[in-house]
């Protein structure tokens, strides 16, 4: 029965480790497009529509992949978790109700915008469609997260009563829409899931800017450089929002982030635990770092650390597993400040070389002499850059995954945080198997089998026609 | 009657009139080649909606009936999950064949074939959970397990789901205005209805003059065709989906055989709520579907696709969808308006 329940836990982690990649695309893909559409309109440039147009026959296949994955997701959820869909069904499932509407607005606007799109003669409506096809998809994601936040922090019922009877009561629906850490977790995982969506695209671009020329060249930089803002944008709320989430951990989910610390310390000057693993209750091969713990959570090396916010303070039965979480929170962390580093370099070479700003300052001698040195090179056409993007591309999509893991594994073993088991609520049936295994199976060549299609079909574009270049 | 579980009910046969169209997509597509166009013309813009309504219907129901869940769960979640897994493969076929180069290792014709398989199976999962659900044949009586052999013990089983593919294989013939051997549309169309309502009568399901008017209508419509071959998608459309709806009312309140539907309804203010979600969202979702079918038959009046027949690469994926952006000559003019021309006007 236990292997059953790490079955279906596995199975559903698994789809959704994959549907969140589909997502994160499925998201990016339409503001891109959107703001591609938008520019092509509003300065009359043909290139930008060519670049719209090219997004959105990606932006199909992928839906079609995204679509069946959700699907999946959302029968997974039903299926392998009855007992739990059950509570959800009876408190709060109001925002997965909701996302369905959100669903719908993007797969009927996408319809239209995509196969009725010469039929529209005013392209700022044509336009509008895009809008409504990049709201549904970001609020497809919100609504998703409010369901999150309800398993992290679970409001709208009476908790205790359920805990002695087993029964629902003092039900009240909206809470669900409201808890604790929902608006901070929709933030925090919009944003990621944006940034992370941006910054693959701004790797594929950045490659096909190293390995093209001419107007194929000027095609992508122009795709890059749309993509580069919207990373810095959600990159900058990403940070600020993560650091509230760590926060919110600590008033409403103080064991998890006990375990996400990897701490058993209390008081004052309680140290940051690096790295490490968990044996007989006590962390080693860590590195620890006096007083930065208390430091990082009141502003003061000195400042005092709950006795709730220390592993110590809970039943051993309760704690997630602590070597796992606590590693995957410091890799998220350790990369997601490399990647603010280096995204903060490459903004300050981008407006070294900006136009207005460069014309401004080029009389001045520092500045010149700064601009001389290779690395302050159009940071587009610095091959370095551009190199350098690609790794926070892939950097990017593992930052997302991890972070997921850690959010997951760490309410670990509670599916309703302080409610109800993940055990309790898994389907034994053992006929989920076979089908499950050939689901994974199934989800492993379907990804790559996709991208392969999608870069095929976009290879089989002729940019100059096109662009009704030399016709 | 109950509001929710009328609600739920129509959400049903929405989401079973789309499937069964795309079933008769199926169908076309096996039996004429020809019908590609016609067919990719229909449900190309559509997949991504029917693929919605599945979730819309899944949600739904997890919000009225919660504790039902379990149940369905243990007794399904084979079916339910290959089902899924097809579903994915439904959706990749489809799009793939759209969007398919010429000269590549797997053709169009080849592609939509494995949708057509594929989607067959999909829908072949569905009616048998539908009718299962709504019969009880193949649950045990502590509703933990499902038996094939129980299932098909019954030969008003095979009945019922025969009967519904040969009524649909019948209908494909006037929904996309197929022209090979369209005798076969009233012959199979009746033949069809005579052995899904004899299935249904023989499982106990009820039925009565309603259901006869309906399967009338359905028979008159495929006769209407062979005879003139005319008609119009919308009639069809809405007698599968009163023919749906009127199966799930005659049959009201029934789950597993002898269980009240009524009994695993979802007593807490979740239940309210979701009405007025229902009700906003249920509008909006009405305004996006009249604007998708506006916008449709636009394009339908207009002609839009027959001028690009002539402009090389793959006739049949030429003519379809957006993957026709790129043969379109001078469709992007430089000074941004580019659907302002006179020849674009045309299209």
């Known amino acids: 029965m236990t292997n059953l329940v790490f079955f279906d836990a596995g199975l559903m982690g698994y789809s959704l480790a994959v549907h969140i990649l589909l997502v994160t695309i499925g998201m990016t893909l339409p503001i891109i497009m959107s703001i591609s559409e938008f520019i092509s309109i509003k300065y009359r440039n043909k290139m930008y529509d060519v670049l719209a147009k090219r997004l959105a026959n990606a932006l199909i296949i992928f839906f079609a992949v995204g679509t069946a994955s959700g699907i999946v997701v959302a029968v997974e959820l039903f299926v392998l978790w009855p007992k739990f869909i059950s509570v959800l069904g009876q408190v709060g499932i109001l925002p997965l109700y909701m996302e369905v509407f959100a669903f719908f607005t993007e797969a009927i606007f996408l319809g239209i915008y995509i196969y009725f799109w010469n039929k529209f003669r005013s392209r700022m409506r044509h336009w509008v469609l895009s809008v409504f096809i990049s709201i549904g998809a970001v609020m497809s994601g919100v609504f998703i997260t409010m369901i999150n936040a309800f398993m992290n922090t679970p409001r709208g019922f009476n908790i205790p009563y359920y805990l002695s009877t087993g029964k629902i009561a003092g039900v009240n629906p909206l809470a669900v829409l409201n808890t604790p850490t929902t608006w901070v977790e929709i933030g925090h995982v919009v944003g990621s899931t944006i940034f992370a969506g941006s910054a693959f695209f701004l790797a594929f671009f950045a490659y096909k800017l190293l390995k093209t020329e001419g107007i194929e060249r000027n095609f992508y930089r122009k795709a890059a450089q749309i993509s580069a803002v919207i990373v810095i944008i959600s990159i900058i709320l990403t940070v600020i929002i993560g650091i509230e989430s760590i926060t919110n951990l600590m008033v409403y989910q103080p064991e998890k982030f006990a375990a996400l610390e990897m701490n058993f310390n209390s008081g004052p000057h309680v140290s940051e635990v690096l790295g490490g693993f968990l044996v007989n209750n006590k962390p080693v091969d860590s590195i620890n770092v006096p007083g930065l713990m208390s430091f990082l959570a009141t502003g003061s090396l000195n400042g005092i650390i709950s006795s709730n916010d220390s592993l110590s303070a809970y039943a051993k039965s309760t704690w997630p597993p602590v070597s796992v979480v606590h590693n995957t929170f410091d890799i998220m962390v350790g990369i997601g400040v490399l990647i603010g580093v280096l995204m903060a370099i490459f903004l300050v070479i981008w407006l070294l070389n900006v136009k207005k700003i460069r014309d401004r300052f080029i009389s001045n001698k520092l500045f010149r002499r700064i601009l001389s040195r290779k690395i302050f090179l159009d940071p587009f056409d610095n091959p370095l850059v551009l190199k350098t993007l690609i790794v926070i591309g892939v950097l990017a999509a593992f930052l997302l995954e991890d972070g997921w893991v850690t959010d997951e594994v760490g309410r670990q073993p509670w599916i309703i945080y302080n409610v109800m088991t993940v055990s309790a609520a898994a389907n034994t049936s053992s006929s989920v198997i076979p089908v499950g295994i050939a689901m994974i199976a199934f989800y492993v060549v379907v990804l790559p089998v996709t991208i392969l299609f999608v870069r095929r079909v976009m290879k089989k574009r002729d940019l100059s026609s096109e662009l009704g270049v030399g016709q | ?347």
Do not use: C
């Not at chain 2, 009328?6 to 019908?35: G, Q």
């Not at chain 2, 309603?210 to 809405?238: C, D, M, P, Q």
């Not at chain 2, 038959?297 to 969808?321: A, M, P, Q, T, V």
């Open chain 2, 1 to 347: 009657m109950n509001l929710y579980i009328m609600i739920n009910y129509v959400i049903l046969a929405v989401l079973f009139t789309f499937l069964l169209t795309e079933a008769m997509s199926v169908f076309s597509f096996i039996y004429d080649k020809r019908s590609i166009p016609t067919v990719k013309k229909y449900l190309d813009p559509i997949w991504g909606v029917i693929g919605t309504f599945a979730v819309f219907f899944i949600v739904n129901t997890e919000v009225l009936y919660p504790s039902i869940m379990p149940s369905i769960d243990y007794l399904y979640v084979f079916p339910i999950l290959l089902a899924t897994l097809l579903f994915i493969a439904r959706n990749l076929f489809l799009v793939f064949s759209e969007y398919i180069w010429k000269n590549a290792k797997f053709n169009q014709l080849m592609l939509v074939r494995i949708y057509s398989l594929v989607t067959f199976l999909v829908l072949l999962i569905l009616i048998s959970v539908f009718l299962s659900i709504i019969s009880g044949m193949g649950a045990n009586s502590t509703l933990t397990a499902f038996s094939v052999a129980g299932f098909l013990s019954n030969p008003a089983v095979p009945g019922f789901i025969a009967g519904a593919f040969l009524t649909v294989f019948g209908l494909s013939f006037v929904f996309y205005g197929l022209q090979k051997t369209k005798f076969l549309s009233p012959a199979f169309t009746l033949i069809g209805l005579l052995v899904f309502i004899l299935s249904m009568r023989a499982l106990n399901l009820t039925t009565n003059y309603i259901t006869y008017i309906l399967a009338a209508v359905i028979f008159a419509l495929s006769v209407l065709y062979y005879l003139t071959g005319k008609a119009r998608r919308e009639v069809i459309f809405i007698a599968v989906f009163l023919s749906i709806l009127s199966i799930n009312l005659l049959n009201y309140g029934k789950v597993f055989g002898e269980k009240v539907l009524a009994s695993y309804l979802n007593n807490s203010a979740v239940s309210s709520a979701a009405l007025a979600v229902t009700a906003v969202g249920g509008a909006l979702l009405t305004a996006f579907l009249l604007f998708f079918l506006y916008m449709y038959r636009r394009s339908d009046n207009k002609e839009d696709y027959d001028e690009n027949s002539n402009s090389g690469g793959n006739e049949i994926s030429d003519k379809i969808g957006i993957a026709n952006l790129y043969i379109m000559s001078n469709n992007n003019k430089e000074d941004g308006k580019e659907h302002k021309t006179r020849k674009n006007r045309k299209r």
